[in-house]
């Protein structure tokens, strides 16, 4: 578990420091601290063991069905970076106390910190490729956060915008990479994957593969062309540039590299791409250094630079290189985040970070200036100082792999770009702290408080204790890690800080010398620069943006032009050419010889009848669409012929069902109507019988509809033969088998309904439910008034035959017992809740229509809107009766019961459910019909005060 | 007899597509119906034609017609309802909100102040009016 806790205690802090937000900064930074400080004992307590050379693991099922377990795992590499990541980051909560004093968002940094070092965690330690993708993209989301910390700075919040959207589409294709892998390998277990590292590299996927990943790790990692996201990540305050920018997610991506080196790495392409890109970000990071007037982009681009320079080592295919990569990666962590705590500790005393303004700060600031001179050093590459036994490896593996295909080249790049990294950090000393001009700060400066201070000192001594005695602090964690990294026995590192007069001795003195000379120069060389045309990667990348956007606007304005009948062409047309091209690219087995069969099955005389009506039902609805109640009354008899249909297809349940929603549905629409019919432009005097369009249709835009309508219509008729011609077998047997034994009712489609898919019907019923409830919410606070010169259709809303009236109170208890039958019988005979509760809302529907809402609802005081809740509440607790018994969701159980007259019936948790779907549906319609009825009653009695 | 059913399929569809390409929001609701029915019919001859057999169990008859389809159809008829009744009350904020019902995208926003049948909202004065009345 202690990996897990290792995980969970930056969470922790974060919570409390959200918690604790309105405390004072102390409090904050240390609640947040503490689990911060007590997950690196327990990376330092197993230290031991992984630097012994075990690998922990720890395990738990998480979506076994895709192969894929949650698991953490700790080897070397992992260890090292989870100790940079965690050390590192309380030396930034520290300083960040100090840091941002006076911000009152504090919690909030804190917080976020905390949840950054987890995801860096979770990615380091992930035992399974997928959940590794996961944590790499919480990782960029909460940079985003982080770098977007100012939410007023619009810098920051183009900054963080930018930088996600460079990141998180890397992540994308990392995740697109993965899976290749996954499916190449067959699992995402990382140690799987990177043992098949020759079944990888022999796949034909293998280069899509590797691009992806790659395509992931430079756009995290700010390589070259992608580089141009960090620079403007410095809008954040210092201290997440310090944590983030320099030791922790730009890490990610060469870490990824790293970790996946023994399965990706070991091919001519793997050594092509990533040692180019390395280089040049190397040395296009180097350069744009030298031109930073401002502290925080000098370092920006020098940590662009350093990166590629870790991506170039990584990219020449050798152990040696590796392990220079690895040892670059912790040195440049550490002198990277001191430099950037020095860089604010300027700015905070200083009021500037503007290296025109900066000059002779040594004699306010000595001991800043010190820490700054031993970091710079380092980043330049100065003896006795980490950065110096890197760089030497650095040279040498540059030079020893100019024999495994290199170029002649790269030892001259990597000169170069040493020469440049010394130009660049002299600046950083120089012009702040000497070069004494007598210009005025800002501020008066002065150091800043010791404990501000603490953390840069900690790290500069880390810079100096390696690199005066590197054997003896970082050999076995070094080894460790290229050993974890390599899957294989790391070669001897050999971290002696004299090597004798040879080549990379010399190349680093020249490198130096060059630095100098670049210095120097500085001036007649800033004259240069000046003169080049200013070219920013973001800037191009932003016209990118704008024009994507643009284009997409114009695509967007032409293809939606609000016009309903468009999309549904759109749609239609498509779909029927969607859903033809296929058939008419492949043979359909067995057609040929079964369509003979047609013959055997003519059809009789009731079918054809019940056809003929049907089509002729469809023909008069179109023909009559212009005029409404016409209209109404042809659909109504597609409708009825439907459930005649259905009749004649041994479905009665469907048919009794169709019969009642064909009269709730007309009720509908006839409540609805006089909305529709009454516009100025339609004839007067005729408002109910004629609804033309405005425009009337041309006759290109009716042959057009005619001929779509023919291909679908062509399209459905042909796919639905085809499939009647196919060989069947039913999936249903189960069902009639089961039906009376398990499920205790004859009538299996009602039986299938409420239990063997009790869970559909409960989703269904939930629809039901929100379809009325959306109604109210759509027609909400909506009022219709008609005009008073409309006479007729007052009248017409308004009468209430007594005769009709008469005969619906009558027919009320009928209706209702017939209902109830119907109910209770629907288990085994055709009925059931769907049906019964259809008829309760027709018999009580009738009433308004005969009698009016007004009348109805002073006699039927209830809001049927309870009526669906409380039918759902009781299907859910058939459900949920069954899981308090011990039985799964939804089981039935029943016990047949003698009643009198009507006869034995099974009363179990069955009917309960059958009773809970009868009271949705009484629900639904009502509510749905009574709103409807509403706005005309409204109408009525506006038109009855005129 | 399957030719049968695929050509009532293929009418209630035609009908139904054409009746969507419309240019009033009543005829797109009456398409609706009509595909929502071919669709029934098609989703129930998917478990195959069979007639005078209903699957409700009786002793000694062993071939029923598949109930499983019919299941499925049997809700479906239900909640086209419900899908008809907000697609009209959809229909009527579109009317209230634009003056008009027509959706060819060319008719929005018009509303018509002329003399005439013209539809207003009641202002909520009227609302509390009534409730006072009851």
New interface residues.
């Given amino acids: 578990m202690n990996l897990l806790w290792t995980l969970l205690l930056p969470l922790v802090g974060s919570a409390l420091a959200l918690m604790l937000r309105r405390s004072s900064s102390t409090v904050i930074a240390w609640t947040a601290a503490l689990p911060v400080c007590a997950a690196a004992l327990l990376l330092a307590w197993i230290g031991p063991t992984v630097l012994g050379g075990d690998v922990l693991r720890e395990q738990w099922r998480w979506v076994p069905a895709a192969g894929l377990s949650a698991g953490l795992r700790a080897d070397g590499l992992s260890w090292l970076f989870a100790m940079v990541v965690v050390i590192i980051g309380l030396l930034i909560q520290l300083y960040a106390r100090y840091y941002m004093e006076t911000s009152r968002e504090l919690g909030r940094l804190y917080a976020l910190l905390g949840l950054f070092m987890t995801s860096m965690l979770g990615l380091v330690f992930s035992d399974n490729l997928v959940m590794m993708v996961v944590f790499w993209e919480a990782t960029s989301l909460v940079s985003y956060l982080l770098i977007g910390f100012n939410r007023e700075d619009p810098d920051a919040r183009a900054g963080a915008q930018l930088a996600l959207s460079i990141t998180a589409t890397g992540g994308l294709c990392l995740l697109g990479g993965v899976l290749l892998l996954g499916r190449m390998v067959g699992s995402y277990d990382l140690e799987t994957v990177l043992a098949a590292g020759d079944l990888i590299r022999a796949h034909e996927l293998y280069l899509p593969a590797l691009v992806l990943v790659l395509l992931g790790a430079f756009t995290k990692s700010a390589q070259f062309p992608f580089h141009f996201w960090l620079p403007r990540a410095m809008a954040a305050p210092t201290p997440i540039s310090a944590y983030l920018h320099s030791a922790t997610m730009v890490k990610a991506g060469v870490f990824l590299l790293a970790r996946m080196y023994p399965a990706l790495a070991g091919t001519e392409a793997w050594l092509g791409i990533v040692s180019t890109v390395g280089l040049l970000t190397l040395l296009f990071g180097a350069y744009s250094a030298m031109w930073q007037h401002d502290l925080k982009g000098l370092l920006a681009y020098s940590t662009i630079s350093h990166l590629g320079l870790i991506t170039l080592l990584l990219g020449f295919n050798s152990p040696m290189a590796v392990g220079a990569a690895i040892f670059h990666i912790v040195n440049h962590a550490t002198f990277k985040a001191s430099l950037f705590m020095a860089a604010g500790m300027i700015d905070h005393e200083v009021g500037t970070r503007d290296m025109r303004v900066l000059n002779g700060l040594w004699k306010h600031m000595p001991f800043t200036g010190a820490l700054a001179i031993v970091a710079a050093g380092a980043m330049a590459g100065v003896p006795l100082l980490n950065g110096f036994i890197s760089k030497e490896m650095f040279f040498a593996e540059a030079l020893a792999a100019r024999e495994d295909g290199i170029q002649w080249f790269v030892p001259f790049g990597a000169v170069l770009a040493g020469a440049l990294a010394v130009g660049y950090s002299l600046r950083f000393v120089m012009e702040v702290f000497f070069n004494d001009e007598g210009r005025e700060h800002p501020q008066h400066p002065h150091e800043p408080p010791t404990f501000m201070r603490l953390p840069a000192t900690a790290l500069a001594l880390g810079c100096l204790a390696v690199g005066v005695a590197p054997a003896v602090f970082v050999f076995t964690p070094l080894t460790r890690a290229v050993t974890a990294t390599l899957q294989a026995p790391a070669p001897v590192i050999d971290l002696a800080l004299w090597h004798g007069v040879n080549l990379p001795l010399l190349m680093s003195i020249v490198a130096l010398a060059g630095g100098v000379v670049l210095y120097r120069l500085r001036d007649r060389a800033y004259r240069w620069h000046d003169r080049l045309p200013p070219i920013e990667a973001a800037d191009l990348f932003d016209v990118l943006v704008r024009f994507t956007r643009h284009s997409g606007g114009r695509v967007n304005t032409a293809l939606e032009n609000g016009s309903l009948q468009r999309y549904s062409l759109l749609l239609i047309t498509s779909a029927v050419v969607m859903g033809v091209t296929p058939w008419l690219r492949t043979a359909l087995p067995g057609t040929s010889n079964t369509l003979t069969t047609l013959a055997l099955s003519l059809p009789d005389a009731p079918s054809t009848v019940i056809a003929v009506m049907l089509v002729i039902g469809v023909f008069a609805t179109v023909r009559q669409r212009h005029r409404p109640l016409t209209a109404i009354i042809a659909i109504s008899v597609v409708g009825l012929f439907m459930s005649l249909a259905f009749v004649r297809l041994a479905a009665p349940d469907l048919a009794l069902t169709q019969l009642l929603v064909e009269l709730v549905t007309i009720l509908l629409l006839l409540l609805a109507l006089p909305y529709f019919a009454t516009t100025a432009h339609d004839s007067p005097g005729l408002r109910l019988s004629i609804l033309r369009p405005l425009t009337p249709s041309s006759a290109w835009r009716l042959w057009r509809d005619g001929a779509v309508a023919i291909a679908a219509a062509l399209a459905t008729g042909a796919g639905t033969f085809l499939m009647l011609e196919q060989p069947f077998t039913s999936r249903s047997a189960y069902y009639l088998e089961n039906s009376l034994s398990k499920g205790g009712g004859r009538n299996v489609v009602n039986v299938i309904l409420v239990d063997f898919r009790g869970f559909d019907t409960m989703g269904e019923v939930a629809v039901l439910g929100a379809a009325a409830l959306g109604v109210l919410v759509v027609l909400h606070g909506m009022r219709f008034r008609l005009d008073a010169g409309d006479v007729q259709f007052s009248r017409f809303a308004e009468r209430h035959p007594l005769l009709l009236a008469m005969i619906a109170r009558a027919m009320l208890p009928l209706a209702l017992l017939m209902s109830m039958f119907v109910l209770l019988r629907g288990h085994d005979l055709p009925g059931g809740g769907f049906a019964a509760g259809l008829l309760t809302a027709i018999a009580l529907a009738v009433q308004t229509m005969a009698s009016g809402a007004e009348w109805t609802r002073q006699r039927l005081r209830t809001d049927f809107v309870r009526w669906i809740v409380i039918g759902f509440t009781i299907v859910l607790s058939t459900g949920l009766g069954s899981l308090a018994v011990g039985r799964p969701f939804l089981t039935s159980s029943y016990q047949a019961v003698q009643l009198p007259v009507i006869g034995k019936i099974p009363l179990g948790s069955a009917l309960l459910f059958d009773i809970g779907v009868y009271v949705v549906v009484v629900g639904t319609v009502l509510v749905i019909l009574n709103r409807l009825a509403q706005l005309s009653q409204d109408l009525n009695r506006v038109g009855a005060r005129s | 007899?399957?030719?049968?059913?695929?050509?009532?399929?293929?009418?209630?569809?035609?009908?139904g597509?054409?009746?969507?390409?419309?240019?009033?929001?009543?005829?797109?609701?009456?398409g609706l119906?009509?595909l929502g029915?071919?669709v029934?019919?098609?989703l129930?001859?998917?478990?195959?034609?069979?007639?005078?057999?209903?699957?409700?169990?009786?002793e000694g008859i062993t071939a029923?017609?598949?109930?499983?389809p019919?299941?499925l159809?049997?809700?479906a008829?239900?909640?086209?309802?419900?899908?008809?009744?907000?697609l009209?009350?959809?229909?009527?904020?579109e009317?209230?909100l634009t003056g008009?019902?027509?959706?060819?995208?060319?008719?929005?926003i018009t509303r018509?102040t002329?003399?005439?049948?013209?539809?207003?909202?009641?202002e909520?004065i009227?609302?509390s009016e009534?409730r006072a009345d009851a």
């Fill in positions: 007899m399957n030719l049968l059913v695929a050509i009532v399929v293929a009418a209630l569809v035609g009908g597509v054409f009746l969507v390409l419309r240019t009033r929001v009543f005829s797109v609701i009456l119906m009509l029915y071919g029934n019919l098609f129930l001859a998917t478990g195959r034609l069979r007639t005078l057999v209903p699957p409700i169990l009786i029923y017609a598949d109930p499983l019919q299941a159809v049997l809700t008829i239900v909640i086209g309802f419900g899908m008809t009744a907000f009209v009350a959809l229909a009527l904020r009317r209230h008009t019902d027509h959706v060819d995208g060319t008719h929005s018509d002329e003399a005439g049948a013209e539809i207003e909202e009641i909520e009227e609302v009534a």
